[in-house]
C-alpha cells in the first residue's frame, strides 16, 4: 500500500468534488471456480484500492461526505478461518493502514444505507460489473439489479475518472514496476520460440516470469502465430520455421498496477524478406504516433497518425491507393488496423473501462460507429499524468478482405489483387506504454527490444 496519507488525500478530493451524499463502495469477493474453498486467483476493485488500499476480499467502503466520516464494513475472520488461512489482520487493522479509525461489521451496512435512504440522502455507487456485488446493491438498495446501470451516480463516475485518470509521481512508479516485469515476460519468450514448440509453451514461460515475481498477469496472455486475430488465447497451435510469433502480455506491480506489451518476432533466427518488410510498415506507424504525442493533442490524433502512416505504407506496397486523406475517413485503413492505436492504463489494464469508455476516454463525446474508429477506446485530448498504450498493428485478416472485398467495398482505395497476395501473412504489433508530461511525452518503464536488429540479435542468442 502507498502510505495512509495518499488514502486520505484521495477520499478528501472526491469528497469536494461530489459536494454531499454517501459514497458506497465494495470491493470485491472471492469467486469460486467450482465450490466456495476453490476460488479463482481474487482480484480487488481497482475503485477500492484507489480510494481504500485494502486488498482483502469482501468489505466494503463509506465516505459518508456531509458527516466527514468514512467506515470499512467488514467481518474479522473466525477461528475457522485462521486454522485454514493462517494468522489475519483484523478489519480495524487494515482499516487503520488506510487512514480510518471507524470500523463496523458487515451485517450493520444494510441498517446504515436503509437509514440514509429514509433521510432521503444521495447514496453514490458506480455500475457493478460482478454478478454477485449487483445481488448486493440489490438487497442493500432495493433496486433490481437490471436498473443498477442506470441508477449508478454520473458525479461519482466522473469524479472518480477525474482522479484516476491522472497519475501521480508514485503511481507511475508503480506502473513503471509492472512495465519492467512485462519487459521480462517478453524478452523470455523472444529468447525461448523455436520450431516445434507449442503457443502454449511460450505462454507457460511467459506467465512464470511473473509468477516468479511473486506477481500476476494484468489480462490473459495472447501468445500466437495468427496475430491476425486480435485477442486470440487458443494456444494450440505447433511453431513452424517461417512463422512470425505475436505475444500480448502484461503483469501487474504487486500493488496492482498494469504492464501492457506487445511484441512480434519470428520463429525462425531472423524476419523473411516479407515479414521484414510489413514489420517495418508497423514500426512507422508506432513511431508516427509517439511523435504526435503531447500535452493538449487529442488521442484520436495520435490514432489517425499511426493509421495514416499505415496507408502511405500500403501505398508504397501497392496495396492501397486514392487520396490519402478520404481513405482515412472513409474507414478503409480498418482493413489493416481495424482496432485503436491504445487505451489509458493503471490500475486496470484498460484503465476504469468499467466506468463507460465514453467518459473514461471521450469526456462525454459521442463513439464513432464507424468500424475501426468504434474500437478507438480513449480520444480525448492528452494531459500530463495520462499513461496510455502506444499500439498500433498491421494485420491481413482473409475473412475481412473475402468480405469486404466481395460487398465491393474500397475498390477506390484498395487494390485487392495485391492485397489478396498477403491474406496468409499473419499479423504484426509492438506496444509500449507512455505517458504524457508537462513539456512532452516519455516511454514508461525499460526499453523493450523491439527495433529488427535488436529482435534478431536475441533470437540469435546475441
Ligand atoms: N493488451 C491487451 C488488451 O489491450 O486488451
Redesign the pocket.
Known amino acids: 500500500m502507498f502510505s495512509k496519507e495518499t488514502y486520505i488525500q484521495r477520499r478528501l478530493t472526491l469528497a469536494k468534488k461530489l459536494g454531499s451524499g454517501i459514497v458506497l463502495l465494495p470491493g470485491n469477493d472471492e469467486s469460486p471456480m467450482n465450490y466456495a474453498d476453490n476460488g479463482y486467483h481474487f482480484r480487488q476493485d481497482s475503485t477500492f484500492l484507489y480510494f481504500f488500499g485494502v486488498d482483502f476480499p469482501s468489505i466494503v467502503g463509506i465516505i459518508d461526505v456531509d458527516n466527514q466520516r468514512q467506515i470499512i464494513f467488514g467481518d474479522d475472520y473466525t477461528i475457522d478461518d485462521i486454522v485454514w488461512m493462517g494468522p489475519q489482520p483484523t478489519i480495524a487493522d487494515r482499516a487503520q493502514e488506510a487512514g480510518i479509525i471507524e470500523t463496523r461489521p458487515l451485517s450493520k451496512l444494510h441498517d446504515f444505507l436503509t437509514d440514509a435512504q429514509k433521510r432521503g440522502r444521495d447514496i453514490h455507487f458506480l455500475a457493478p460489473y460482478r454478478a454477485e456485488t449487483k445481488l448486493k446493491l440489490q438487497s442493500w438498495l432495493g433496486l433490481h439489479p437490471d436498473e443498477l446501470a442506470a441508477k449508478a451516480s454520473l458525479p461519482l463516475t466522473k469524479a472518480v475518472i477525474s482522479q484516476r485518470e491522472i497519475k501521480t509521481a508514485e503511481e507511475i512508479a508503480e506502473i513503471e514496476k509492472g512495465v519492467n516485469l512485462s519487459v521480462d515476460m517478453h524478452v523470455a519468450a523472444m529468447q525461448m520460440v523455436r520450431p516445434g514448440l507449442t503457443e502454449a509453451q511460450v505462454a507457460a514461460r511467459v506467465y512464470e516470469v511473473a509468477l516468479a515475481a511473486d506477481c500476476e498477469l494484468s489480462?490473459p496472455i495472447?501468445a500466437t502465430k495468427n496475430g491476425q486475430t486480435l485477442?486470440n488465447h487458443y494456444h494450440g497451435n505447433v511453431l513452424k520455421s517461417g512463422d512470425l510469433f505475436l505475444l500480448?502480455a502484461?503483469g501487474e506491480s504487486k500493488m496492482h498496477y498494469a504492464g501492457?506489451l506487445?511484441s512480434t518476432f519470428p520463429v525462425d533466427t531472423t524476419f523473411t524478406a516479407q515479414q521484414k518488410l510489413v514489420y517495418e510498415m508497423s514500426l512507422k506507424a508506432y513511431d508516427a504516433a509517439v511523435a504526435t504525442l503531447a500535452p493538449g493533442v487529442p488521442f484520436r490524433e495520435v490514432h489517425f497518425a499511426a493509421c495514416r502512416s499505415i496507408v502511405l505504407s500500403m501505398q508504397e506496397l501497392g496495396l492501397m491507393k486514392g487520396d490519402v486523406e478520404e481513405a482515412l475517413k472513409a474507414g478503409a485503413h480498418a482493413l489493416f488496423m481495424p482496432c485503436g492505436t491504445g487505451?489509458m492504463m493503471g490500475l486496470d489494464?484498460?484503465d476504469m473501462e468499467n466506468l463507460g469508455e465514453v467518459w473514461v476516454g471521450y469526456d462525454g463525446e459521442q463513439k464513432s460507429t464507424q468500424f475501426g474508429l468504434k474500437s478507438l477506446r480513449f480520444a480525448k485530448p492528452l494531459r500530463p499524468g495520462h499513461v496510455f498504450?502506444i499500439e498500433p498493428g498491421i494485420y491481413f485478416i482473409p475473412e475481412l478482405m473475402d468480405k469486404w472485398q466481395s460487398e465491393g467495398l474500397f475498390n477506390e482505395f484498395v487494390n485487392w489483387s495485391e492485397v489478396q497476395k498477403f491474406r496468409s501473412f499473419g499479423g504484426i504489433r509492438n506496444e509500449e506504454d507512455y505517458m504524457i508530461t508537462e513539456t512532452g511525452a516519455c516511454r514508461v518503464g525499460k526499453h523493450k527490444p523491439m527495433r529488427v536488429d535488436e529482435v534478431e540479435a536475441i533470437r540469435k542468442g546475441n
Open positions: 489480462f495472447i485477442h500480448d502484461g501492457d506487445s487505451h489494464v484498460h498504450t
